[in-house]
């Protein structure tokens, strides 16, 4: 019985160490968590006080730059203000030195008619040869001043004359820059136009033979009725053809035409100004030309030609051949337009 005691006695003993254990463990791997994130959280903070402090110091480095210009552009005003007030102040010294001296010359005048006179008289002519040296002393003194006048003057003249000659410099490479880039866009010009030309002559041998497909002025024109049917914009059997022989032309001078002309084939769709009913596929003139445009592009590409060498614009009833509503007229504004330009 005893002993029956004892054992449960000593059963309800045996959780304790293992609790005990197991908190210190739970708050050993807590501790350790907590390191880690204090490291990271330090770690962390280093790192963005570093990306601070050099944005600020670029910053500072802007800042400086942008004060620098300011300052350098205002500086060839500030020289000139200064040289006109200096010389303001010149003239003003001169006119004092002038008149110093006409009361210089005054007082001996006054001295030499006085020679004669009484004791009142030395008295007032001691008075005045004190003024008169004075006087002298001053007109020194603004000699001294107007020479020192004439000597900054000289200086920042100077000065000005050396910013005004960089000006000048800056201004002849910026004059030199722009005749350069003009002739060599002019050249470049000059040999696209040449190789247009050689497009346009390949496209007359091509489709001379007929009477609806022309060149009007740098452009070349398809009728409308040539490539689709109306209000459509799917290119028909017999516009499929001419089309063909198009890509054909197109491929041969997009070989011969250097990369660093930056042609394209720009493939402009037109209407006549009759509006659309608004029931169909397309709501106006816009929209069909505009799709009939892109349908004209579309199979250039399907033929071969470069899709980066290929612009498609719509331009409605907007840009007319010829005005009037007469069938003649209305026929010659229903084109497609082709025209190789520069991009």
């Known amino acids: 019985m005893a002993g029956s005691r004892l054992r449960r006695r000593d059963a309800r003993t045996d ?53 620098l210009l300011a300052l350098e552009r205002a500086s060839g005003r500030d020289l000139e203000d200064t ?18 001296a006409g009361l210089l010359d005054a007082s001996s005048n006054q001295a030499d008619q006085a020679g004669g006179a009484v004791a009142t008289l030395e008295t007032a002519l001691d008075a005045e040869k004190r003024i008169s040296q004075r006087a002298l002393s001053q007109v020194e003194l603004l000699n001294q001043q107007i020479s020192a006048l004439r000597r900054q003057i000289g200086a920042l003249e100077s000065a000005l004359e050396a910013s005004e000659s960089r000006d000048r ?29 050689d497009f346009f002559g390949r496209l007359r041998e091509i489709l001379s033979q007929r009477s609806d497909i022309r ?27 001419e089309l063909k022989k198009l890509a054909d032309a197109v491929k041969e001078p997009a070989v011969q035409i250097p990369d660093e002309i930056n042609w394209v084939l720009r493939v402009d769709g037109h209407t006549d100004a009759r509006p659309l009913s608004g029931t169909g596929r397309f709501r106006n003139n816009w929209e069909l030309s505009a799709a009939r445009a892109i349908s004209v592009v579309r199979y250039l590409i399907d033929q071969g030609v470069d899709p980066e060498r290929l612009v498609a614009a719509g331009f409605g009833e907007f840009q007319p051949l010829e005005e009037g509503d007469d069938p003649e007229a209305l026929a010659r504004n229903r084109r497609i337009e082709l025209k190789l330009t520069e991009r």
Not at 169 to 188: F, H, W
């Open 215 to 241: 060149v009007v002025g740098d452009r070349f024109v398809f009728q409308s009725e040539v490539l689709f049917s109306s209000g459509e914009d799917t290119i028909n059997p017999a516009g499929e053809a």
């Open 169 to 197: 410099e800056s201004q002849t490479k910026i004059a030199d820059l722009g005749r350069r880039l003009n002739v060599a866009l002019a050249q470049r010009v000059q040999e696209l136009s040449r190789y247009r030309s």
């Open 83 to 100: 040289i006109a007030s200096l010389t303001a102040n010149l003239n003003d010294a001169e006119s004092e030195r002038d008149r110093l």
């Open 15 to 67: 959780y304790w160490p293992g609790f005990v254990d197991a908190m210190a463990s739970l708050l050993l791997v807590i501790i350790f968590l907590l390191s880690i994130f204090v490291l990271a959280q330090f770690f962390l903070g280093q790192q963005l006080s570093g990306r601070d402090t050099v944005l600020n110091r670029l910053n500072a480095q802007i800042s400086e730059l942008t004060e």
